[in-house]
């Protein structure tokens, strides 16, 4: 029998261990017996495979992906990835077979005993190739994943302006700085599993549904998790491989991702185009928008990939009150790794198609951009015709537009670029908690995982504030599937929002509890007792904020572009721990600046990818980047908590305010993202 | 496979090991002696995290063959603290949040801590371009580079008290 001896120290969250080099990630963990797993990828990025000789393969686990975690829809289904390839591969890292040996070096040299005989096919690799070439998916009439509308089609206002353009975002590799991982031990008819992960039950309803297992007989336990951006959210082929593997071989399996696996194989985010048709009078006031958003979604649905097309068109009127408006989206197979979500997961991608327009129509009427912004906002709440709902929004970007002093910053320099947004968090379908109060102390497990975001700040901040416990008797421990029934994950700027509203609701509950049992609350009756409440809290509201960015910039010699000054300015709802709003926000505003100037994942006409490590993947470096100016607005939200959603806010605002900047400055009408240093070059 | 015999100092500790010859030293580290706060982050000596001292030098202990360390002395995140006490840059950066996933810590303070060696008192120009081998994708860097700012400060502010005491 294999068992991890982790002790209560171990398995609560404690981000004070990171500095002494004492976390618990997944590659730290060793089981008697385990062996280690290696995966053979596809080199083709379309190929059919002729003849598979060693390894585990799709003869051994003939098994499909469950659609689950961030953005996953029951509709999904008819392209769900295969665990192993089968018959065909379909992008370039696609998993082929799986070995095993002691220890990861042999199991890499184990790969070389596999042989595969491919025949190569014509691949698809762009959006324009999967309009123009026929289906990578036999029995399918086209490569049209989804199509969806949004809004109500109407026919073209008589308007003096209109202006047309088409504006893409490149895909970007999530690159958390520790890679996907995980062990499984099978022992006693119980699948344990450790992981890398945002979301637990994700992992754990994607593994039953794919294995066939009962939910009974799966617990998922989440390790510190070095980073996720998204990439972390579901279900991917290789947790089928390594449960299945220690089901099959009675050992622990530890499977550890390298960075070379991560660019190829792990979903990465964005691969968007948008076109879009702007009306508008001479005055600036706009008429309506019509567009088409277009999704490189990869070979196979992630879940996500069939959601953002929806997602993304809704969005696109942005915080404008736009009184007609038309969005057709579709998300289209290539052969390239299935897209999944990072950081924003669509709400960068509307933003930059509306805002890019904004700027282009500002020029187009010899407007100042923030003037021809505010002229098209409401004093009043406002329902998009394609049912994005938001507040009155002129009066908060009017402060914006002071607050960052884009005035005076326009005055003095020519590089200034300045976006206004609607955040639009994963609020849906709430969050689950458990709290135990045992022996004078309190555990906390929440239905999603900490991975760096401060979830322990906030819940020993509420539970001090609702039952008045002394922060340090509070521990809140790693997300655990054997400890919560039901949970959702961490993604889309939710967790302040739905977990903290889950924290209040169980106290709320143990209060009421301990008033029955005592007659009246105090902290002592409570300590001096035993509680065990979980909560699946549920909301489904929409819970939308406001936020504004400004970037100037200069070029510097061969079309370098170096950021002088990025500034924010958002609505946070109530910061339940303000130096972790400002962490985030940092951190986002610098993932922002990456996906403007340096990220990208580029593949050639073969569907190879040629981006090869992570420098080459752009992620930004500590010399690349500016110090950030970051102003909080703490407009409680109508929660108990008053918090709202603010992880995604920077990757959302900067890249279309440091766009303009560059344009500004270039003078070169700017269309996608990154903007390289050839393009300002030419 | 046949394999060769290294001796080391990690730590202060005297290390004698038998090591395949291809055993990166990251390996041999977490693998071997359990010293797991060295973490792996990438396969192409880009980000850093597996930063260790190697006679005092910060070097990426994934680019360097366990052989390659025989007869010299390691330093791991694990032997920075002296008699459970926090070092001054392990201090700042739980103080100033130089870290939210704490995947990179190490790494950073490795860096930070032969950064500070060189030079007592960095401009932030200076630290910026100092941990550019060191990635870092959730804090934007600001809060990292405040934190060896701050462990200037406070290693500066201890060795006054010791000349102090001297005197």
């Not at chain 1, 991975?451 to 901040?461: A, C, L, R």
């Not at chain 1, 700027?493 to 609350?521: D, L, N, P, T």
């Not at chain 1, 929409?542 to 000054?565: D, Q």
């Not at chain 1, 050639?604 to 607005?633: M, R, Y």
């Amino acid at each position: 029998m294999s068992e991890l001896k982790w002790g209560d120290r171990e398995l609560a969250y404690d981000s004070s261990a990171f500095v002494r080099g004492s976390g618990h990630y997944v590659d730290d963990i060793k089981l008697p017996g385990m062996i280690h797993m290696s995966v053979l990828r596809s080199p083709y990025a379309r190929a059919r495979i002729l003849s598979l000789k060693g390894g585990m393969s799709s003869k051994d686990l003939g098994a499909r992906m469950a659609s689950v975690g961030e953005g996953a829809s029951p509709e999904a289904g008819l392209s769900i990835e295969p665990v192993f390839a089968t018959g065909f591969v379909n992008y370039v890292g696609e998993p082929v077979a799986a070995v095993f040996a002691d220890d990861r070096y042999k199991s890499t040299d184990l790969l070389e005993s596999i042989e595969v005989d491919y025949e190569p096919l014509e691949p698809v690799v762009t959006i324009d190739d999967a309009l123009k070439l026929g289906p990578i998916h036999s029995g399918r009439k086209d490569n049209i994943m989804v199509e969806t509308s949004k809004g109500t089609d109407f026919q073209d206002p008589e308007s003096p302006i209109v202006i047309e353009d088409t504006l893409e975002n490149d895909r970007i590799s999530a690159n958390p700085i520790e890679p996907r991982g995980i062990v499984t031990s099978y022992t006693d008819g119980m699948l344990n599993v450790w992981i890398s992960t945002q979301a637990v039950h994700s992992v754990k309803e994607g593994l039953v549904e794919s294995l066939g297992i009962s939910p009974e007989s799966v617990r998922v336990m989440q390790t510190d998790t070095g980073g996720g951006f998204g990439s972390k959210g579901g279900l991917y082929p290789e947790y089928v491989m390594a449960s299945y593997a220690s089901m099959k071989f009675g050992k622990p399996v530890k499977w550890i991702e390298t960075r070379r696996e991560h660019l190829a194989s792990t979903n990465p985010g964005r691969g968007v185009r948008g076109k879009v048709k702007i009306f508008a009078e001479r005055n600036g006031r706009i008429n309506g928008l019509k567009g088409e958003v277009t999704i490189d979604a990869g070979a196979y649905d992630s879940g996500i990939a069939s959601f953002s097309p929806g997602f993304v068109a809704m969005q696109m009127t942005g915080p404008y009150s736009i009184e007609k408006a038309f969005v057709v989206a579709r998300a289209l197979f290539t052969n390239k790794v299935p897209q999944g979500p990072y950081r924003g997961a669509g709400r960068p991608e509307a933003s930059f198609f509306i805002e890019r327009m904004m700027d282009m129509l500002a020029d187009e009427l010899a407007m100042d951009p923030a003037d021809l912004r505010l002229l098209n906002m409401s004093d009043k709440p406002f329902v998009s015709p394609m049912g994005l709902k938001i507040d009155a929004a002129r009066p908060f970007f009017e402060g914006a537009v002071r607050e960052l002093e884009y005035r005076r910053e326009s005055k003095m320099s020519r590089g200034v670029g300045l976006s206004f947004f609607v955040l639009v968090p994963a609020v849906y379908p709430g969050e689950s908690a458990r709290i135990i109060v045992k022996d004078g102390k309190v555990s906390v497990w929440l239905g999603g995982n900490s991975h760096g975001q401060g979830h322990e700040i906030f819940v020993k901040k509420l539970i001090n504030e609702e039952l008045q416990v002394p922060e340090e008797l509070v521990t809140l421990y790693r997300g655990d599937t054997g400890m919560t029934k039901t949970g959702v994950g961490t993604w889309g700027s939710r967790s302040a929002i739905v977990a903290g509203a889950a924290i209040v609701a169980v106290c709320k509950k143990i209060k009421q509890e301990v008033e029955k049992e005592f007659g009246s609350y105090s902290v002592r009756s409570l300590l001096s007792s035993g509680y065990d409440e979980f909560i699946n809290n549920e909301l489904k509201m929409p819970l939308n904020s406001f936020g504004a960015n400004l970037a100037t910039v200069e070029i510097e010699k061969m079309g370098r572009v170096r950021v002088k000054k990025c500034a924010a300015y958002y609505d946070v709802g109530r910061a339940l721990n303000r130096d972790m709003v400002i962490g985030q926000i940092q951190g986002g505003m610098a993932q922002g600046i990456g996906q403007t100037l340096h990220e990208g994942l580029f593949y050639n006409k073969e569907g190879q990818l040629i981006t090869s490590s992570i420098s080459d993947a752009g992620v930004p470096l500590a010399e690349d980047l500016p110090n950030f100016i970051v102003n909080i607005v703490e407009n409680r939200s109508f929660l108990p908590h008053g918090a709202k959603g603010l992880g995604e806010a920077p990757t959302v605002g900067v890249p279309t305010a440091l766009t303009r900047a560059i344009e500004s400055v270039s003078g070169k009408r700017l269309r996608r993202t990154p903007v390289t240093p050839e393009e300002l070059m030419k | 496979m046949s394999t060769i015999k290294i001796r080391t100092k990690v730590n202060g500790k005297d290390v004698e090991a038998e090591v395949e010859p291809r055993t990166l030293l990251v390996h041999f580290l977490r693998e071997e002696l359990n010293l797991t706060g060295t973490h792996v982050g990438c396969d192409t000596s880009n980000c850093g995290a597996c930063t260790v001292l190697i006679d005092g030098q910060a070097v990426k202990s994934c680019t360097v063959l366990a052989a390659q360390a025989n007869g010299k002395e390691i330093t791991t995140i694990e032997g920075l603290s002296r008699n459970g006490e926090l070092h001054p840059l392990q201090k700042a950066f739980l103080e100033k949040h130089g870290l939210q996933c704490g995947y990179c810590t190490s790494g950073m303070i490795l860096t930070s801590f032969w950064l500070l060696k060189k030079n007592k008192d960095p401009s932030e120009e200076e630290i910026r371009k100092n941990l550019s081998g060191n990635l870092c994708r959730c804090t934007g860097y600001q809060s990292i580079v405040e934190s060896v700012k701050y462990a200037a400060q406070l290693m500066n502010e201890k060795e006054v008290e010791r000349e102090m005491a001297v005197r």
